[in-house]
């Protein structure tokens, strides 16, 4: 029998309206702690919104029930660490956490990157840096927004295998938006498909299967009934 | 202000203080106190039309200013006209130099304690927001410290050429800086030399000290740069 406690994540009725606009159409969703969670759909499905709103950023109706002791680290899509002049060191104390060493090193990065500025680093530094932002305070709950956006493909592969290290040793549940077909395969347990309304809800493994993957990306598609 | 993409705001926001410096001159009170009544209403104007209409500070400043300009120009009498926008260090007493120092403290205190945030906010508003900070407020404060820190300068160079040394010493200070407290340190060493340069250069050459101490941040700036471009 399902016990509720399983479960981090509770999201029934979710909709979000912009300007009149449906964003997000009655999404219903549950998701197991220490699981990770990939959430993919084509351009303007609604994935960054979903997690804006599971960040409760933005206005919505429904229900999103997060489990007990919950602590959220979030990383969104885009950062102006460009404009400003700003080491490593100064961006990761912003937190006042003791332990940055500890999390520089759980993302493969050495002390010496500590005084460099953020815009002098190259995509995969920046990202694996935006990781170790994220889970400086040691959260349960990891949020990841496209996490290589702007990084070569060896780094990709790198960035991903640091986050399933560390959300396998820690039990941290993570969902990130991702395109890469072979990412969320190898590196997510369950996907959420969604264009506007969820499209599909199941294994991860399931991405491969062309029909699928017509359904998922294809302009056409079919919401599937979702219940809360 | 630099580091927010700013920079104009905050040479327009000084120019809003002009009504209220006139109405100083016109009803004998002293004119600095109308001035700074008006950066401060305009601030908290600034903000809350901000959230209102969604329209950027920079739009709302760029409306706001030419107006204040405007009216100013219109009701200030005009002995009082070149000191308001031009500044005059003669005119500067024992008193206004105490009041100056009073605010630039309790200016540097304030924004020390919502450094962090203000920081994140400049990074990302989301990730700020994510982080239980509160964006609005933070935007809020933040202007009205501007306002106090374009207020110190008015006296000394002029509703017109304060903007300058809220953007040109951090501009040139954020061309040869990798971190922010090296930006931050420099800044206010660039600002300083700037004022303490054009205030000698002013008594000496017998010029008002308003467009040299431009001309003194605007060597540094200068500077500043081919270091910068040396650097790479």
């Known amino acids: ?228 | 202000m630099v580091l927010e993409k700013m920079a104009l705001v905050g040479d327009a926001l000084s120019h809003v203080a002009l009504p209220g410096l006139a109405l100083g001159f016109l009803f004998n009170f002293n004119p600095f106190l109308g001035g700074f009544a008006f950066l401060f209403g305009s601030a908290i104007m600034i903000w809350q039309l901000g959230r209102m209409t969604k329209l950027s500070f920079e739009t709302i400043v760029g409306a706001l200013f030419t107006i204040a300009l405007a009216v100013g120009i219109l009701i200030i009498p005009e002995p009082e006209l070149l000191e308001a926008l031009f500044g005059d260090i003669s005119q500067v007493n024992l008193m206004d130099t105490v009041v100056a120092a009073i605010i630039s403290i309790v200016a540097i205190s304030l924004t020390k304690i919502i450094y962090n945030k203000i920081v994140l906010t400049m990074i990302s508003e989301e990730l700020a927001i994510s982080n239980g900070v509160n964006v609005a407020r933070i935007n809020l404060l933040y202007l009205l410290l501007v306002s106090l820190t374009v207020a110190i300068g008015i006296k000394i160079v002029g509703t017109l050429l304060v903007g300058f040394l809220v953007v040109v010493p951090a501009a040139a200070a954020k061309t040869i800086s990798s971190s922010l407290i090296r930006y931050s340190v420099l800044s206010s060493i660039f600002g300083a030399i700037s004022s303490f340069s054009g205030v000698l250069l002013s008594s000496y050459l017998n010029l008002p000290a308003g467009p040299l101490v431009v001309l003194s941040g605007i060597t540094i700036f200068a500077m500043a740069i081919i270091a910068s471009m040396t650097q790479k």
Not at chain 1, 91 to 115: C, M, R, T, Y
Not at chain 1, 124 to 138: E, N, T
């Open chain 1, 1 to 228: 029998m399902e016990n509720p406690n399983d479960n981090i994540l509770n999201v029934s009725g979710l909709s979000v309206k912009i300007q009149n606009q449906i964003i997000l159409d009655n999404i219903n969703f549950k998701l197991k702690r220490g699981t990770t969670l990939a959430i993919v759909g084509p351009n303007g499905a609604g994935k960054s919104v979903l997690f804006r709103t599971l960040l409760n950023l933005i206005p919505y109706t429904g229900k999103i029930e997060w489990g007990d002791r919950v602590r959220i680290g979030y990383v969104p899509q885009i950062l102006s660490v460009k404009d400003i002049p700003i080491s490593v060191k100064e961006f990761l104390s912003i937190k006042k956490a003791s332990n940055i060493d500890e999390a520089l090193n759980s993302v493969g990065l050495n002390k010496d990157i500590l005084n460099k500025s953020l815009d002098a680093l190259s995509g995969g530094q920046l990202r694996r840096v935006l990781i170790a932002w994220a889970i400086i305070d040691k959260p349960n709950v990891l949020l990841f927004d496209e996490p290589t956006t702007g990084v070569d493909l060896d780094s990709e592969e790198a960035i991903y295998e640091v986050l399933k290290r560390f959300t396998k040793e820690n039990e941290v549940t993570l969902l990130l938006i991702s395109h890469g077909i072979h990412i969320i395969r190898d590196y997510s347990d369950y996907m959420l498909a969604l264009n506007k309304c969820v499209t599909f809800f199941g294994e991860s493994k399931e991405i491969m299967n062309p029909s699928l993957q017509k359904i998922i990306y294809g302009e056409t598609h079919t919401c599937l009934e979702t219940r809360p």
